[in-house]
RNA sequence: UCGCGGGUAGUUCAAUUGGCAGAACACCGGACUUUGAAUCCGGGGGUUGCAGGUUCGAGCCCUGCCCCGCGAGCCA
């Protein structure tokens, strides 16, 4: 093979291009931020981060490295009322187990809050903030709406020294919980709603998680947003679509104070979203307060904890990531997508093993007894993994009692179905050839045990006159059975978009979203799998062993099934 | 109603900035196979939202219209 064969796929010709990359390129060309490049991701820590979030993580720390910069992890915890530390740690935790680093220790927009405080200070003195002793309904009446003219607050013009003055009684606690709030002089007629005398500061009698009691006013989100920016030295400051109106004011406040002429620039792009799923904060802390899924990392929710113990490498996320690319076109994923790329990586590198979900017994009727009149045991040696051969191969017990899934039984075949059926001869995964000699049923008329002849000229499953046969089937011996408990998911939402056809994501769940599977068979090697670790049950599906709960497996994602589609297009 | 953003295959994105509209996933077919997996090969798929204009030539530029998203928190 020569060099250029295994070259990488990505090469410097068809390195990732979009409007972001374009934009920083062109910065750093000519000289914009003095060729630097410094990022930030800020959540707000008032609940746990979801799949969506991983666009942006990846966006704003692969940028940053692409590029030769730095990416801060900073909170943006300006509302003591749904912040809490619980939140500041998962999103540390699930940052880093995405597999990005922060350049410093997490900051916080908190730390900011004297220069803050000063600074609009600074605007007050400047004539440009004044303090509104309205209440809200009174000040949002006055804002007018989409194509009607705000009208001016009374207390607009106030002068600038009884401002400073209510302004730091404000600060002192002397005033309740809205009773008055600091407004930005800007423009009552602006088209741009977020123009029209925004809020910068509101009176809140509360605990802040990490400030305390110090604050009993606290900034809002856009009077804090670029100013941090600003203070840590963010030139790119990446935001999703719903900011685009606030740019503008991004701008006026930093314009407005006495900073450096390199200041960052807001640029927002399209969030993540997908297809049988929702991705919103509220709607997902609804699903677990209403305590329709187990918690925030229930295996069937989007958040980073959930796929996370559903068993999605981060590494498959992360590429999804890198391949869909980044526009401000509003776009809405299919989910299959991102399965395609789990099952990419996985096929990789997990561990294959044995396991019957839904058992029924196979007698093999000539198999030999040993000298003691017991049935002989044999070990067989199965690779763990035929796409990696550095993995090697384990050995596995096969006797005359064995288990294999009921689906792979047919008393009578239907048309295209080649595993095992009277008559038929198929290969056991490493093992025997075996021959259907007949079959028993209950009362009911469901199969209860499958007899068969197998050929022991074809040991390790290998036919010396090399007669094929169409399935080759997983097994598990009766006696060396290991039991697991399998929870197999579908999607949490029925519809596509849940949610749009009645306004309730909750209309659309999909009732038969989990099915636990209590006694599943599997080999004897399953019982040591690592908590946590991800293993292919072979032509299964890719299951991730509970990192609490020892012997439970949630299914990550199914392997393509051909023989389901015959099944689904001979129904219809 | 006003402002801003967006519209290319079923979906998500490309198209060297005005030069033969492509890729991945999905779907269909074939090869191979000790996973009906993986892998490999091939196929169907498009009025580039609509209409007009400029141009030798328009997905790209201009004009008008249509549709979708976001915006009137003391949320972020």
Redesign the pocket.
């Known amino acids: 093979m020569s060099p250029a064969d295994d070259a990488p796929d990505r090469g410097p010709d068809t390195a990732p291009?979009?409007?972001l990359r374009?934009l920083i390129r062109s910065d750093m060309a000519d000289g914009t931020f003095g060729g630097r490049i410094q990022t930030r991701f800020p959540p707000?820590p008032n609940g746990y981060l979801h799949i969506g979030h991983a666009k942006a993580i990846c966006l704003d720390f692969g940028l940053a490295a692409e590029f030769g910069g730095t990416c801060n992890l900073r909170f943006?915890d300006?509302?003591p009322d749904?912040e809490d530390t619980e939140f500041v740690e998962a999103i540390v935790d699930d940052v880093a187990w995405l597999g990005f680093e922060p350049e410093r220790a997490p900051l916080y927009a908190s730390s900011y809050f004297d220069q803050l405080y000063a600074w609009a200070e600074h605007l007050v003195s400047a004539g440009l903030a004044y303090v509104d002793d309205?209440?809200?309904e009174t000040?949002?009446a006055q804002?007018?709406?989409?194509?009607?003219p705000g009208v001016e607050s009374p207390f607009r013009t106030r002068s600038i020294e009884e401002n400073l003055d209510l302004f730091r009684r404000m600060r002192a606690g002397e005033f309740p919980d809205?009773a008055?709030?600091l407004r930005a002089k800007i423009d009552m007629q602006h088209?741009?709603?977020?123009l029209r005398d925004?809020?910068m500061y509101?009176?809140r009698h509360a605990h802040h998680h990490r400030t305390g009691d110090d604050w009993c006013i606290?900034p809002?989100?856009d009077w804090a947003h670029g100013q941090s920016d600003a203070i840590e030295g963010v030139t790119h400051s990446l935001c999703t679509?719903?900011?685009?109106?606030?740019r503008p004011l991004y701008d006026w406040y930093l314009d407005h104070l006495p900073l450096p002429s390199d200041r960052p620039r807001q640029t927002e792009f399209?969030r993540l979203e997908f297809t049988y799923t929702v991705t919103s904060k509220r709607k997902l802390a609804k699903l677990v307060e209403d305590r329709l899924v187990d918690g925030w990392d229930d295996p069937r929710l989007p958040t980073l904890r959930g796929i996370r113990r559903r068993g999605y490498p981060a590494a498959a996320i992360r590429d999804f990531c890198e391949?869909?690319?980044v526009?401000?076109?509003?776009?809405?994923?299919?989910i299959?997508?991102l399965e395609?790329f789990v099952?990419?990586e996985l096929?990789a590198t997990a561990l294959?093993r044995m396991v019957v979900l839904r058992p029924v017994r196979l007698t093999i009727t000539n198999w030999p007894v040993d000298e003691h009149g017991a049935a002989a045991v044999e070990w067989v040696e199965v690779a763990n993994?035929?796409?990696n051969p550095d993995e090697g191969v384990r050995r596995v017990p096969f006797s005359g009692s064995l288990w294999i899934e009921s689906d792979d039984f047919r008393a009578e075949p239907p048309p295209?179905?080649?595993?095992l059926s009277p008559g038929r001869e198929v290969?056991l995964?490493?093992a025997y050839f075996v021959t259907c000699t007949g079959f028993e049923t209950d009362d009911a008329g469901n199969v209860t045990e499958v007899m068969c002849t197998y050929d022991p000229a074809t040991t390790?499953?290998?036919a010396p006159d090399g007669r094929k046969v169409k399935?080759?089937m997983h097994w598990v011996s009766v006696d060396h059975a290991v039991d697991v408990m399998v929870a197999l998911y579908e999607r949490l939402f029925a519809a596509e978009v849940p949610g749009e056809a009645t306004g309730d994501p909750l209309d659309d769940l999909n009732p038969t979203s989990r099915e636990v599977l209590e006694r599943c068979r599997a080999e004897p090697i399953v019982g040591e799998c690592p908590p946590g670790s991800v293993v292919?049950f072979?032509?299964l599906g890719y299951f991730a062993h509970d990192p609490s709960t020892a012997g439970l497996f949630h299914r990550t994602v199914g392997?393509?099934?051909?023989?389901a589609?015959?099944q689904r297009?001979s129904a219809r």
């Open positions: 291009t979009d409007f374009e707000e943006d300006t509302n749904t309205q209440d809200g000040i949002s804002r007018g709406g989409f194509g009607r809205g008055r709030v088209d741009n709603m977020q925004p809020v509101r009176i606290y809002t989100y679509l719903e900011f685009d109106s606030h399209a391949f869909i690319g526009a401000r076109t509003v776009s809405r994923h299919e299959e997508l395609s099952r990419r096929n294959r993994n035929p796409e295209k179905f080649f595993r290969r995964r490493g390790g499953g290998n399935s080759t292919q072979e032509r392997l393509r099934d051909e023989w589609n015959i297009r």
